[in-house]
């Protein structure tokens, strides 16, 4: 692993065809989306993880976990996708590579809204509620209601959670064979704003790098996944992606 600058990672980009890109929490950061292990904003310093984000959780206080969600929801909304997700959904759009493909532990959906298709939602998404028992119901966005409690399964009568995936379950095996395949089938990977703490995504960026990828970190921090990569961008991500997928650069004054 080495640490460089843009113009290092460029290179690396410069031959690929295909580019996958893994994104976590920091993605979002600069979108004002808080991360979840930062020690002083992220969300698992102000609140209790099993508490908020399990099944337990969820049975023991359905209302709280619901009106935490539904918070979150609400800042989700008031979100804009920051240049970071701009660049990647235009790298995409202008065909800049073979192909360019989104994988997200981000349960937020600013690539789609930026423009990203077709991206793989490892963790679900937010804005979609499910039946908690299962019956295979799933609704787009759900009416809160005054109490606070959750809604209720029109089909089976039972809760509806939050479409997400909480500690503790397994991710939908479709999405992680497809995440596995997109991210080790590719010429380079960029993975994006991670700790690389929660598997199985943590393990994405070693595999592929198993698998004869070359590996690009962007991240401000150390993170726990920094040996899987070739190179480390120490940056974030609304100002180093532009860097690294924008147009040409600049041609020198002549
Ligand atoms: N740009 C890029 N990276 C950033 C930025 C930024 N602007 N700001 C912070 N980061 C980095 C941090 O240095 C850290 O490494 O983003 C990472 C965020 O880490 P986490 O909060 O642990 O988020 P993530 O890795 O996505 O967590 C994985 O854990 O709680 C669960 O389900 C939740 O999907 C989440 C999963």
Not at 104 to 132: F, P
Not at 144 to 161: H, I, K, Q, V
Not at 213 to 223: A, C, G
Request: glycine share 10%; with cysteine.
């Amino acid at each position: 692993m080495k640490e460089g600058g843009p113009q290092a990672a460029r290179e690396l980009l410069d031959g690929a065809r295909r580019v996958a890109v893994l994104t976590g929490a920091g993605m979002s950061a600069e979108s004002g989306v808080p991360t979840f292990r930062d020690a002083q904003t992220g969300l698992w310093s102000q609140f209790d993880a099993v508490q908020l984000a399990s099944p337990e959780g969820f049975r023991a206080d359905p209302a709280l976990v619901w009106r935490w969600y539904a918070w979150r929801r609400e800042m989700v909304a008031k979100a804009a996708p920051n240049e970071g997700h701009r660049a990647l959904a235009r790298a995409q759009a202008e065909g800049r590579f073979e192909s360019l493909h989104v994988v997200t532990q981000n349960v937020d959906g600013l690539h789609q809204r930026a423009g990203s298709a077709d991206v793989i939602e490892l963790h679900g998404n937010i804005v979609r509620s499910r039946c908690l028992a299962e019956c295979g119901v799933a609704y787009a966005q759900p009416q809160d209601l005054p109490s606070g409690e959750p809604p209720r399964c029109p089909a089976c009568g039972d809760w509806l959670r939050p479409d997400v995936v909480w500690f503790g379950e397994l991710l939908d095996p479709d999405s992680l064979r497809a995440a596995e395949e997109t991210c080790a089938g590719a010429d380079v990977l960029l993975v994006v704003g991670t700790s690389g703490l929660v598997y199985p995504a943590a393990a994405l960026p070693t595999a592929a790098r198993r698998a004869g990828v070359r590996v690009i970190i962007v991240n401000p921090h150390l993170s726990e996944i920094d040996p899987a990569a070739h190179l480390v961008v120490r940056g974030t991500a609304a100002r180093v992606l532009p860097a690294l997928l924008g147009g040409e650069p600049e041609s020198p004054a002549r």
